[in-house]
């Protein structure tokens, strides 16, 4: 059986938890910043769990994680 290959753009965006679960950034976080409240920045910073509806696409783009 081959190796399976990973998605390098995948394995850039999430994080596996310890229980299996993938964490992900918030996005718009990235640039033209200065338009944005202090309170909209704040909001988009904490990391938020891949929906569970998604969780098996992840899964399968990460096969060694």
Do not use: C, E, W
Not at 20 to 32: D, E, L, P, T, W
Not at 35 to 63: E, F, I, N, T, W
Request: cysteine-free; glycine content about 4%; aromatic content about 6%.
């Amino acid at each position: 059986m081959p190796k399976l290959k990973t998605n390098r753009g995948a394995a850039k965006r999430f994080v596996r938890t310890a229980r299996g679960k993938f964490k992900r950034a918030q996005s718009h976080f990235n640039h033209i910043l200065t338009k944005k409240s202090p309170k909209r920045k704040r909001h988009l910073r904490p990391g938020r769990l891949v929906d569970a509806a998604d969780q098996a696409a992840v899964r399968k783009m990460l096969p060694y994680r």
